[in-house]
């Protein structure tokens, strides 16, 4: 499977502005200033330098993605699943796309309209549509919190006039692969609130879509969810009139379906539960549905992967054991849901020997221009039982390739990948990325012992912190065996790098552009302060 995230195409990127214009040039029937007033595009010598040969982004600009990035990402990619053999990393299967495709807002001078969210949209889908026979390869997208306007507002009442929308510029994507039962199921069900379900790999996985802005608590326009209770399935105390209950009974009801089926189940969304610190970005009762969703269904969700944060991290979903012994531990959590989410983050919040890890969130990178492109093949194990018709589908791993885009920008076109050192199973020495793996390897790195795993997560953190490095210090920690600066800082930074999924083969892809001045950076770039911004 090929994962996107946050592409925020940006049409009015031009190479010759700088980032101090947000990389737009104003001519005069753009500029939306006050009467009379003179806005001059002037950009400084030092500015003109930079800017005449960055056709494919300015790194740490605050810039959006210029088509050409993610054009000529995308084409790759296209071209890599047709040359690839049928059983190789490579034929992935299905993409995921995890929203925010338009750009952001941040030119005083051209303030962005409504109608750019559906056309910048529309021009994804565009070339989704020619790098990918989707009748072959589905292509799955979920709303982003910058593909409704005003930011984040969406109140997702039937038929709201953004679903409407959207599924208008969306619905290419749905014709191919599917047959009419399941396109009228899912336009109706995406039109009552933002959200559905599709069917993967002949019906092995549901990848369930999920609209996270009726749970975001920046949306202005979002109810809160029910209050927490444990009462059984039957009884839980949803009103189906109210968007946000709407969404967890559907949500549940597609967890159950998938159980008495026998079918795996890929969560994907936008926002993930938990910002990059740790720290809920859902409203309090939503927060706690979700979560309790999470841990009673694990044995049915492979993993969840969302865009938002621009970051690779990975949160894991766990259950205390023995409960008793914890509850002193996690004052804040509601003590009535059995189930826990941690963000791991550096040197704090390692999932010990006393937590049970049920099932894992990857977020992901993005293409906003902060660091070099990159794209992840992922691997699923799939193993069928002699006859049957059931199958035991597990995550096995991750890779990542990156591109030079400073090299890229120098030639003038022309984007080449190569791995950057951060596999899963051969650096950083996980057999499968299941729960039980990952509670294990985070519970090593936090001690750090544990002989060939530690090194192995030593090596990981090296390959972390040398994308906050330049490619020379990079270069530097990678042979110096985490004597350099910095690894012991990230050593918790990201475990599980990675967002993705594939089923035989995942591809997650990571598009960031990178501008002159800056070394290339080896894989993805940790967040910055001022990356906050962008989400």
Known sequence: MLASFDLHVDPLYSPFAPPSANCHLHPPSFVTSA????????????????????????????????????????????????????????????????GDSSRHDRDSRIRKQASEVYNQNAIAVSMFLNAFNTNDIPVIPTIGNWDVFPVSSLAAAPNDPQLVSLWSVWEPLFIGGMDIIEFEETKSTFLHGGYFSRTV?????????????????????????????????????????????????????????????????????????????????????CYQWVIYFLGEYSDVIISSYFGHI????????????????????????????????TTVLPNHGGITQDRHVLSSLFTGA????????????????????????????????????AADLNAANGRGGGLMYRPCGCDTRTDFGLRL??????????????????????????????????????????????????????????????????????????????????????????????????TRLLA
């Open 366 to 401: 993005s293409v906003i221009p902060t660091s070099s492109p990159a794209f992840r093949i992922g691997t699923l194990s799939i193993t069928r039982a002699d006859g049957g018709d059931s199958a035991v589908v597990r995550l096995a791993r991750h890779q990542t390739h």
């Open 433 to 530: 990325l299941g729960p039980s793996d990952l509670q294990e390897w985070s519970a090593r790195v936090e001690s750090g012992k544990g002989g060939a795993a530690a090194k192995a997560a030593k090596k990981y953190a090296r390959c972390i912190a040398a994308t906050a490095l330049t490619s020379g210090d990079a270069a530097s920690e990678l042979r110096s065996g985490g004597g350099g600066k910095g690894w012991g800082a990230w050593m918790l930074a990201e475990v599980g790098v990675g967002v993705s999924l594939v089923v035989v083969a995942v591809v997650a892809m990571l598009i960031k552009g990178v501008g002159r001045g800056r070394q290339w950076r080896q894989c993805t770039q940790p967040l910055h302060e001022s």
């Open 310 to 341: 621009n970051k690779d991290l990975i949160q894991l979903v766990w259950q205390p054991y023995p409960l008793s012994a914890d509850k002193e531990k996690n004052p804040a959590e509601n003590p009535a849901n059995p189930y826990r989410l």
């Open 35 to 98: 009467p009379n007033s003179t806005v001059a595009f002037a950009p400084t010598s030092s500015e003109s330098a930079a800017v005449k040969s960055s056709p494919y982004g300015i790194l740490d600009s605050g810039c959006d993605s210029p088509l050409r990035l993610v054009q000529e990402t995308l084409d790759h990619l296209g071209d890599l699943r047709k040359s690839a053999a049928p059983d190789s990393d490579s034929a992935f299967r299905f993409v995921l796309w995890t």
């Open 201 to 285: 790999l002949d019906g092995l996985i549901s990848v369930i879509s999920i609209n996270t802005l009726l749970f975001f608590n920046e949306n202005p326009l979002a109810s809160a969810c029910a209050a927490f209770n444990l009462l059984p399935h039957s009884e839980r105390p949803f009103d189906p009139a109210n968007p946000p209950d709407a969404h967890q009974i559907w949500l549940e009801n597609q967890l159950l379906l998938a159980r008495q089926a026998d079918r795996r189940v890929i969560l994907q969304g936008h926002v993930s539960p938990q910002g990059s610190d740790g720290v809920p970005v859902y409203t309090d009762a």
